[in-house]
């Protein structure tokens, strides 16, 4: 009886033995593309391309199955039309690197580190069927040696390499990492289910850890408003499979709080998103569009056909029913929506990312020209109080660094770019200060334009 | 053969009277399930009578008021505002708007002393009728009854006009307005064509046309309405929405009868439409409608609880009092989130759209008003002008077409 027992232990304890490793390479084989990403990364990303192919083409197979495109077979060939524009971009890159995105790439993975000053340090490493040379395609310089690795630059920071069925993109000094996978155990460490298993129609996984200085932001001027949540803010995870969960953790209870109201208003959003799609599907019965003049006839016949019309609505932006569902344990919020309710989030995302996102980077931009302009106006004064003391302007070859030896300024300027201010004098009474905009040459548009005081 | 067994000879008295009273009784059941016969237009009934007997007799556009239950209505919102957790927990707060709304109270008294009129208490209900003509300015009458002084034109700044009919004193109020105030109990106000018809209520025949015209208007549903607007679309307006052909809606438009509004403790919007696929079309609408007003409910949520992320206190220093006030109202962010579930409740469902033949309705509740309220803005602000600018544009290019 003993033994049968111990036996049986054993059988389970290989079962699970056997089990669990495969277990933890499950969410779609992402365990050794997780090793290859730094350990220090602030941001994960894992995407599933072959998931996106399937929830793509499900899209298309609903539509033709659809009522209406079921009773007018002519609008296959529209739909066909429209699917093959859609693709043609990528079917160049196919002809042109021997790969398709969509069809060769199996799973991605992207980690970040982001720091307080400079470009955030990346790589980003996918498995996938990669033809011969795909690197030294996508590479535009000779081939460099790493870790006796052949890899290729992509432009002055980026570098590229296929390395053990493993295509990799990864800034300059992460890509002898990069190219040495190493247990993830530090990465997995901080971002908790990262390797969880993903399910069939796992689509993305994003993790963000916020680094430290970005929590310290909280206690910066610009950041008052929003220094509960920003302070306290310690990781933020997204998932996509066949529904959307979001999950905010905290560092404190007032944070939390604030993660909790962030998220109630998601949610409403989400919901309030849905209705309006429903709504615009509706708009579209009202309008009878089938009755508009110009619209190519098989066109104008399907859209006639209102029952099939209405019933294809119905199939695409149905009725808002299943509401997500927010949860808070302790410091962890969550939401988790539906399918229907994600349709609800890319309306939010897309008014955010048509109206709320152009206004502010406008706002940095022109908070960044304010602060530019103030600069260069107590430069212009430190300037008017060097003529009154010595009767001129400094001269052109001793420039700015004038003012600063003579105690007019405290230091030497920059412009919000980091760009040195340009000086000019053409005589003692004139001068010309000039800031050349983000990219430090004259001329260009938007944030690279200059700008000018003269004297 | 049943008469012959009922009637016949020697069938006795209980047969007889049984076949009678039965033939009597079907007759009656019959009657009783068929429809009415159409009925002649009568005299509108109730408390508007008399104010719509006063209104162009082919008004376009009327409009009735109980201005008393609007007036009712601000007083209860007020009410309601003392009412809030924001306020109701910050007795600083609630000081300062039962001060602000005395002085409001103190200003209207001012204002009804030297009109003679109290807003809150001497109006009681409105007609405004609009007649529609092609190509000419609308006219319009606007009858008020309630308690007026005779002067209360000349007190608003009025002019007295010479002539004055049937002993009425009559003065200009406007553009081509004249006003009057009948036995201190009606007002009437009205461009110069429709003032003596207006005036002559009793004899004309205004009232009759009215309830055929815009049925529903003097329907006793709703008899608690605040306020209700019925638009029957002028055949004119309808032709020539027909001839825009490349602009989506307007052949729905253009199959529009007439339209109804009514306010009471909700809102419903209703249509009467010319043939059953413009009956269709405008249900899809007001679904539509619905559904932007449980959405726009939805997202205003939305945007209240993200502002709540905020650390509101980081605002931007008010000095003196009304600063502390705002201070004081922020820092207690529960009593703010009571406040903002209170006055943007979710929203249960999307409010219902009926069809009764070829007519369309939608109903919505109280809490449903300021999504609808936003989207008509939105729309007058975006779609009108739109629309209108399109026209103007169809119109020239229409124009010159027919230039030789």
Redesign the interface.
Same mark, same amino acid.
């Given at each position: 009886m003993r033994s049968r027992t111990i036996l049986s232990v054993a059988a389970v304890c290989v079962c699970l033995g056997w089990y669990m490793p495969l277990r933890a390479e499950e969410p779609g084989g992402f365990a050794p593309l997780l090793a290859r990403l730094p350990p220090d990364s602030h941001l994960v990303l894992l995407v599933s391309p072959a998931q996106a192919k399937r929830t793509w083409d499900g899209i298309f197979a609903r539509l033709e199955k659809s009522p209406l495109f079921a009773k007018h077979p002519e609008l296959g060939m529209l739909l066909a039309q429209q699917r093959g524009m859609m693709t043609a971009g990528l079917a160049e890159l196919e002809e042109k690197m021997g790969f398709s995105p969509l069809d060769d790439l199996e799973r991605v993975a992207v980690g970040m580190v982001l720091a307080d000053a400079g470009p955030p340090a990346m790589v980003a490493v996918a498995t996938g069927r990669f033809p011969d040379g795909l690197a030294r395609k996508l590479g535009r310089s000779e081939p460099q040696t790493i870790g006796g690795q052949e890899v290729y630059a992509l432009d002055e920071q980026m570098m590229c390499a296929v390395h053990d069925g493993v295509l990799l993109v990864a800034s300059g000094d992460r890509t002898a990492a990069a190219l040495a996978p190493a247990k993830a155990s530090k990465l997995l460490d901080r971002f908790a289910g990262l390797d969880a298993p993903g399910g069939d129609d796992f689509l993305l996984r994003l993790r963000f850890a916020l680094p430290p200085w970005m929590n310290e932001l909280a206690r910066s001027e610009d950041a008052r408003w929003v220094r509960t949540l920003l302070g306290s803010l310690e990781q933020v995870s997204l998932e996509v499979d066949r529904n959307l969960t979001i999950v905010m953790t905290c560092k404190d209870a007032a944070g939390a709080g604030r993660a909790e109201l962030f998220l109630r208003g998601f949610k409403e959003m989400m919901l309030g998103g849905a209705y309006m799609w429903r709504a615009y599907a509706l708009l579209l019965l009202g309008f009878d569009l089938g009755t508009m003049p110009g619209l190519p006839p098989p066109v104008q016949k399907a859209l006639s056909d209102r029952e099939a019309l209405a019933k294809t609505l119905d199939l695409f932006f149905p009725e808002p029913t299943e509401k997500p569902v927010l949860d808070r344990s302790e410091l962890k919020v969550s939401l988790t929506a539906s399918p229907q309710m994600i349709q609800g989030s890319l309306f939010v995302t897309g008014i955010l990312s048509a109206v709320a996102i152009p206004a502010f980077i406008s706002y940095i931009r022109k908070s960044k020209r304010a602060a530019d302009e103030m600069q260069m106006h107590s430069i212009q004064q430190a300037l008017a109080a060097y003529r009154v003391e010595t009767g001129r302007y400094p001269t052109t070859e001793e420039g700015l660094d004038e003012l600063v030896e003579k105690r007019f300024l405290q230091k030497m300027p920059a412009d919000v770019y980091g760009n040195p201010y340009r000086y000019e004098s053409s005589g003692p009474e004139h001068f010309a200060l000039r800031a050349l905009g983000q990219d430090g040459k004259p001329g260009g548009d938007g944030p690279d334009s200059d700008r000018e005081i003269r004297r | 053969m049943l008469y012959t067994w009922a009637t016949g000879k020697g069938a006795p008295l209980l047969k007889r009277n049984v076949f009678w009273i039965g033939l009597a009784l079907l007759l009656a059941w019959a009657g009783c399930s068929r429809d009415k016969p159409d009925e002649k237009p009568a005299k509108p009934q109730g408390p508007y009578a008399s104010l719509a007997a006063r209104l162009p007799a082919g008004s376009d556009l009327v409009l009735l008021a109980d201005l008393h239950r609007m007036a009712q209505g601000i007083s209860d919102l007020q009410q309601d505002l003392l009412g809030l957790p924001a306020v109701k927990n910050n007795p600083a707060l609630q000081r300062q708007l039962e001060g602000q709304l005395s002085l409001v109270r103190v200003l209207t008294a001012g204002l009804g002393k030297e009109l003679g009129l109290d807003p809150m208490r001497d109006l009681e209900r409105a007609a405004l009728g609009v007649t529609l003509p092609d190509g000419a300015d609308p006219g319009l009458v606007l009858a008020v009854e309630g308690s007026f002084p005779d002067d209360l034109f000349g007190r608003l700044g009025g002019s007295p006009v010479e002539e004055k009919p049937a002993g009425h004193q009559v003065w200009r109020v406007g553009d081509g307005l004249q006003g009057v105030v009948l036995e201190k109990r009606t007002l009437l106000v009205a461009d110069r064509a429709h003032l003596q018809p207006a005036l002559d209520a009793s004899a004309n025949e205004a009232g009759k046309k009215l309830v055929a015209a815009h049925p529903r208007l003097f329907s006793a549903d709703a008899p608690e309405f605040k306020l209700r607007v019925s638009l029957v679309v002028p055949g004119w307006l309808r032709k020539r929405l027909a001839g825009v052909?490349?602009f989506?809606?307007t052949?729905?438009l253009a199959g529009v009868d007439d339209v109804l509004v009514e306010v009471a403790d909700g809102f419903a919007l209703s249509a009467g439409c010319k043939d059953a696929?413009v009956a269709?079309? @405008?249900?899809?609408?007001?679904?539509?409608?619905s /559904? @932007?007003m449980?959405?726009?409910?939805?997202?205003? /949520?939305?945007?209240?609880?993200?502002l709540?992320?905020?650390?509101l206190d980081?605002l931007p220093e008010i000095p003196g009092e009304a600063g502390e006030l705002v201070a004081s109202v922020l820092e207690d962010r529960e009593a703010l989130l009571a406040t903002l579930e209170q006055v943007l409740p979710a929203p249960k469902a999307?409010p219902p759209v009926m069809m009764q033949g070829r007519r369309v309705t939608l109903k919505a509740g109280p809490e449903a008003l300021q999504g609808n309220l936003l989207l008509v803005g939105m729309a007058a602000a975006v779609a009108v002008p739109a629309f209108i600018e399109y026209y103007r544009k169809a119109d020239r290019a229409r124009d010159e077409e027919q230039e030789p």
């Open positions: - | 052909r490349d989506p809606l052949s729905t696929r269709e079309n @405008m249900r899809a609408l007001l679904e539509a409608e /559904r @932007m449980t959405g726009t409910q939805h997202l205003l /949520r939305g945007a209240a609880w993200w709540l992320v905020m650390d980081a999307p």
